[in-house]
């Protein structure tokens, strides 16, 4: 069975640095790619950043591209680091892990393994 973990985020003050860390693990598992949706109150869940596995190919939304970074660590860590936090990047985040597509940006949350989630707050 997989199991899709994310750590970091909280609260951050808007102008900060966040990171969010997801691991995947599982026997023998090794998606084609990874990436972050996020939620934010009382709108959909939107993509934020992905990256292949092989390939190394990356996704940035308009909203964080220039702020974000997204960097595979090893055969299923994945980071995501964001400056310049804005109030706009409250929301839940979740860590999608596919083995479906190379772009984690379409990932499917009944197709593929999701997180949790974790909540970032971004104060002014």
């Known amino acids: 069975q997989v199991q899709v973990v994310e750590s970091g985020g909280g609260l951050v003050q808007a102008g900060g640095s966040l990171r969010l860390s997801c691991a995947a693990s599982?026997?023998?598992?090794?998606?084609?790619?990874m990436g972050w949706f996020r939620q934010a109150p009382g709108k959909e869940i939107e993509p934020v950043a992905a990256?292949?596995?092989?390939?190394?190919?990356t996704y940035y939304a308009d909203s964080v591209k220039g702020r974000a970074t997204i960097s595979r660590y090893n055969d299923n860590t994945m980071v995501l680091e964001m400056n310049s936090a804005k109030t706009q990047d409250t929301a839940i985040y979740y860590c999608?892990?596919?083995?479906?597509?190379?772009?984690?940006?379409?990932?499917?949350?009944?197709?593929?393994?999701w997180g949790q989630g974790i909540q970032v707050a971004v104060s002014s």
């Open positions: 999608a892990a596919s083995t479906t597509t190379e772009d984690a940006s379409s990932s499917s949350r009944n197709d593929d393994h």
């Open positions: 599982g026997r023998s598992f090794t998606p084609l790619a």
């Open positions: 990256v292949s596995w092989h390939g190394s190919n």
